[in-house]
């Protein structure tokens, strides 16, 4: 790669480079890859170099610190739904992933990713495990009441995708809501009790 095809990173976000280094393969632009991880590490990521494919760049204990007020990832189990149990594994999902029952969080600032059973069609027990990883930059809209926190995801300018988690406690909600994007999109309204 020339100079002249170097990323600008002056015109990124660090969220936006590591995801982008998420999806440089090193086999065809080796020298961004190295260039990029250099960065990276030197803004307090800890970076896996790819070999056959893309590297990875998760924030170091400093830079979680910064990011989400703790230097380690914000972990907790979630119900995806008002109860857990096999009578509302089998209603409708209500998040558009199509988790029901109970699952686990982890959010680290950059990126918040969710674990759970799957629901595939109305009436069939789920019984596939599936991780979903949202960018915490595509979130927007986030509020929190007792222990349910509600998001948006795949939000640009206009609200998206709606996801609501129940936490154990409303401290974790309160957590969670407060580490979480605090954009709100131009069409945003409150849609929790107060």
Known sequence: MSVDNEIDY?????????????????????????RLARFLTEHG??????????????????????????SSPFECAV????????????QAPRNTIGFVGGGTLVCDGVYLWLSGRVAYGSGLPPLLEQN????CRQ??????????????????????????LWLADA???????????KRRTNDFR????Q
């Open 10 to 34: 002056a015109k990124h976000t660090e969220s936006e480079l590591v995801e982008m280094f998420g999806r440089l393969d090193p086999r065809w632009a080796s020298a961004e890859c190295a």
């Open 171 to 181: 401290t974790g909600a309160a957590r969670l809501a407060q580490i979480l994007p």
């Open 132 to 135: 979903a990883q949202l960018a």
């Open 45 to 70: 990521y800890l970076v896996t170099v790819g070999t056959t494919g893309p590297g990875s760049a998760v924030p170091g204990p400093a830079k979680l610190l910064a990011l989400i007020g703790t």
């Open 139 to 164: 979130i927007a809209n986030v509020e929190s009441h007792e222990r349910l926190v509600r998001f948006e995801y795949d939000v640009d300018t206009i609200a998206g995708n709606a996801m609501c």
């Open 79 to 90: 119900a995806f739904g008002p109860n857990t149990g096999l009578l509302s594994d089998l």
């Open 190 to 193: 409150p849609r929790l009790a």
